[in-house]
């Protein structure tokens, strides 16, 4: 299936994208006071832009669950105290998914992708991690996440972004360049079982002795490209995910890339250089998928800053912003799955 999109429709594609991928969205003390950016001005933003599903994440909200584990191989451990590092066999419970709010969106509608996983660390300790299938994020701080947000909200005549407002936007974040170099080239998937999930931001490496190494990582898989995704079916990921799971357990390398002095350590719109030093650290081992609604990872915050000794956060601005954010999400939804009154918040007039 070949895809073709004319010049406003690509500004809407772009614009659309850029609000819908990675969660990086949070409050950031004292950066607009007295009107300060909070996390629940954030997720009212991505409310606002989607319409309001009572009980779902506010972003990544169309998902499966799945779970396995993960082999390390011990290449990391040099680098590394985390217990999943060493060799031998590490749980996991995670969740594929797709960007945006709506879960009913089809599957084709936007080319990202989403990996969450939890750890569970033989030593009792936890990682979790939110991965997405693009290599670079569109801005760098909060406050510019917010403004593309809301840059990118539907036009209640169109129901799509006004490209006038989105091309103002791109044209005042020149660090957007990167991400929308890529987003020109990017076509929607068949499988989640074939897509490479990025950390984007980055983290350190706490050896044994205290040094601390700068990295970003990948799951890269170790199925074939599957190709763009079937027509006319707006749910083909979780099917061929079964399908495949049905012959056997996927799989994927997580491959850590070490930063060189003056690579942007807390700049996830930057990318590194392809040539920077990689470990193979070990085989992420997906055998079983579960519905969202019912499966293990429902009540999992993949919240990426809930690290085991030996992983530390970089100073990146989104990663507390994602923290907070998701934190705000996870309430509201607990709270209406639980049917607490006023948990569900009005739908916003221009998304009825």
């Known amino acids: 299936m070949t895809i073709r999109f004319g010049h406003a429709a ?23 006071a007295p009107h300060r950016l909070t996390p629940q001005r954030l997720v009212d933003t991505f409310e606002d832009n989607a319409g309001l599903h009572p009980g779902y994440r ?7 669950c799945v779970a396995g584990w993960f082999e390390g191989n011990g ?15 590490t749980p996991v419970v ?17 080319p990202i992708r989403s990996m969450a996983l939890r750890f569970n660390l033989p030593d009792g300790g936890q990682w979790r991690t939110g991965m997405n299938a693009m290599p670079v994020f569109p801005v760098s701080t909060p406050q510019a996440f917010y403004e593309q947000a809301r840059a990118a909200r539907p036009d209640p005549a169109t129901g799509k972004p006004d490209p006038a407002r989105l091309a103002a936007f791109f044209a005042a974040h020149p660090e957007t360049a990167a991400f929308r170099a890529w987003v020109k080239q990017a076509r929607p998937s068949a499988s989640y079982a074939t897509e490479r999930y990025d950390s984007i931001n980055a983290f350190y490496l706490v050896d044994a002795q205290g040094q601390q190494r700068a990295v970003r990582w990948a799951m890269v898989p170790q199925a074939a490209d599957a190709g763009p995704g079937p027509a006319g079916d707006p749910d083909y990921l979780a099917r061929d995910l079964q399908q495949r799971l049905a012959v056997g357990p996927q799989r994927w390398n997580l491959r850590i890339t ?3 002095p003056g690579d942007p350590v807390d700049d996830a719109a930057r990318p590194w250089p392809s040539d920077r030093r990689t470990v193979d650290a070990g085989t992420l081992v997906i055998d079983r998928m579960q519905p969202q609604d019912s499966g293990p990872c429902r009540d999992i915050n993949y919240d990426p800053t809930v690290l085991p000794e030996g ?3 970089s100073a990146d601005p989104l ?32 998304t009825r």
């Open 258 to 260: 070490f930063a060189a």
């Open 319 to 350: 990663l507390a912003a994602r923290s907070a954010a998701y934190a705000d999400s996870y309430l509201r939804r607990t709270a209406e799955e639980a049917h607490l009154p006023g948990a569900a918040r009005p739908v916003p007039e221009a």
């Open 75 to 89: 290449a990391a451990g040099a680098y590394s105290t985390a217990a999943v590092f060493a060799r031998g066999r």
């Open 311 to 313: 992983i530390a956060p």
């Open 10 to 32: 690509r500004w809407a594609l772009i614009g659309g994208l850029a609000c819908v991928t990675v969660a990086a969205f949070g409050y950031v003390g004292g950066w607009l």
């Open 58 to 64: 506010r972003n990544h909200a169309k998902g499966v």
């Open 94 to 110: 995670g969740r594929f998914a797709l960007p945006g709010g709506n879960p009913y969106a089809a599957d084709g509608s936007v």
